[in-house]
């Protein structure tokens, strides 16, 4: 029974230090998340889209953190019996900060901020569907982003994500707000302790 209560704490305790590690200076990340774009449609519905990216992040302080990636919204829109897509492939550079919470308690809230930009794909580039013609062009857009995220510790190096963000890109020739809100997975990476 003394073992056993030995092994318990030695594990409660590489437990609180590993979440103690988390949000540190010079720590790295990556994630990757998925969800809906402008609200929730099933899919073959008019209006229905999905977002995936991934991205890089590495912690200033222990408060502030900014991240890199790639990212894709993807919409279609009904046409008739057919359906248009839109693709937005997207470069994000963005900046959060916490807002609420502690790493001892689990969960953390951040707000960003940042710039987004990529090509607007509309209908593959095809400016025709069913024999009529598409007002609306493919072009380079760009753009400020602003979001909320919740981290919830799942374990020392991996975080659940919970999403908000609003993208607005200018030049769209269909419409400049593009709402996300979807999930993710974040992994903190080793660090290097190479010197």
């Known amino acids: 029974m003394k073992k056993l209560w030995i092994t318990a704490l030695i ?3 590489y437990c609180i230090s590993a979440k103690a590690q988390l949000h540190q200076a ?18 073959n519905q008019d209006n229905f889209g999905y977002f995936a990216g991934a991205a890089f992040s590495k912690y200033q302080t222990r408060y502030f953190y900014w991240k890199t990636g790639v990212h894709l919204n993807q919409k279609n829109y009904a046409y008739d019996a ?3 897509p839109l693709q937005q492939w997207l470069g994000t550079a963005e900046a959060y900060t916490r807002v609420y919470g502690r790493v001892s308690r689990s969960l953390i809230i951040n707000a960003g901020v940042g710039v987004a930009g990529g090509y607007e794909s509309i209908n593959g580039d095809k400016r025709t569907v069913e024999g009529a013609r598409i007002a609306n062009r493919s072009k380079w ?11 919830y510790l799942l374990t020392g190096s991996l ?3 919970v999403r908000a963000k609003e993208h607005y890109l200018f030049r769209s020739s269909v419409t400049p707000t593009r709402f996300n809100a979807g ?3 974040k992994i903190i990476l080793p660090a290097n302790d190479e010197e």
Request: hydrophobic share 55%; proline share 5%.
């Open 183 to 185: 999930i993710g997975i």
């Open 26 to 43: 010079g720590q790295t990340a990556f994630e990757v998340s998925a969800g809906a774009v402008d609200g929730f449609r099933l899919p």
């Open 82 to 84: 057919a359906t248009v």
């Open 141 to 151: 857009i760009f753009g400020p982003t602003v979001a909320i995220e919740a981290e």
């Open 11 to 13: 594990s409660l305790s």
């Open 159 to 161: 975080v659940l994500l």
